[in-house]
């Protein structure tokens, strides 16, 4: 009985090890993009970079810088035990969280709407409802907890959190895909029709599965 619960102890540890490495590595690699865009003329290396808009490139880069500390702090946000041990902390968190995905989301809504993505209209368009949701879920998680709405603020909360992690699900579909298929369907320009289901994919079906959850854990408790 012991080694078994021993067993699942470790089983849990190192499945959120296995979470943990993607996330931090990711959060790492847009931390530093971001701060060498914020520090340096990139313009040469990525088209991202814009010679001459300083206002532009801050928007851009601080984004990445802020979506990094968003993602590292967000799945701490989880813990019940965390919450209920440092609640003032919690409440910190949480509006660093909300403040920043907010600017992360307008950082995004600029550069898509003076630049356009790489890919053009459709992606565009992917990113711009992507960055709505953001905005939406990052204002309704805030409104829900200042009401005292518990459940209401901790669905609001979840579907942020998948949100958040959605810009490192994006990068992971295109690891996976490449290991299997050496990038079928896929161009540099990202506008093949493996990346076009793409501009959808890393957050639409993560959010229907989440309504699911939420709403069969609602009829379980009823
Ligand atoms: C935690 C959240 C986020 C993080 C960590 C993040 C990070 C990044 C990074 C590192 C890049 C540089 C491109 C790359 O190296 O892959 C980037 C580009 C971009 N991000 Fe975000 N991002 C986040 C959320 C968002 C949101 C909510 C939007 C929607 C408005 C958005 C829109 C964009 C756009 C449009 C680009 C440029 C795409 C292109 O044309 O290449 N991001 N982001």
């Not at 040469?44 to 968003?70: C, D, K, Q, R, W």
């Not at 989301?105 to 053009?120: D, E, N, Q």
């Not at 290991?179 to 289901?197: A, M, R």
Request: hydrophobic share 55%.
């Amino acid at each position: 009985m012991a080694l078994a619960r021993r067993g699942s102890a470790i089983a849990r540890w190192l499945g959120l090890i296995g979470l943990a490495v993607p996330v931090i590595a990711f959060a790492a690699y847009s931390m530093r993009f971001g701060l060498r865009g914020l520090g340096a003329d990139l313009s040469a290396e990525t088209y991202i970079y814009t010679s001459g808009a300083p206002l532009f490139n801050l928007a851009i880069f601080a984004h990445m810088v802020l979506g990094a500390v968003i993602m590292l702090l967000v799945p701490l946000q989880l813990s019940t035990g965390l919450r209920l041990r440092f609640p003032r902390q919690h409440r910190l968190a949480g509006r660093v969280i909300v403040g920043g995905a907010v600017c992360v989301a307008l950082g995004g809504l600029a550069y898509i709407g003076l630049r356009g993505t790489i890919a053009g209209p459709l992606m565009d368009l992917g990113f711009a409802v992507y960055g709505g949701l953001f905005l939406l879920a990052a204002a309704q998680t805030l409104r829900h907890a200042h009401a005292g709405n518990h459940d209401r603020h901790r669905d609001w909360a979840l579907r942020l959190l998948v949100l958040i992690m959605g810009s490192l699900l994006f990068r992971l579909h295109y690891v996976l895909w490449y290991l299997l298929t050496g990038g079928l369907w896929s161009t540099e320009q990202l506008d093949g029709p493996f990346d076009k289901v793409q501009y959808f994919a890393f957050y639409l079906p993560y959010l229907a599965l989440l309504e699911l959850w939420i709403r069969r854990r609602g009829r379980v408790r009823a």
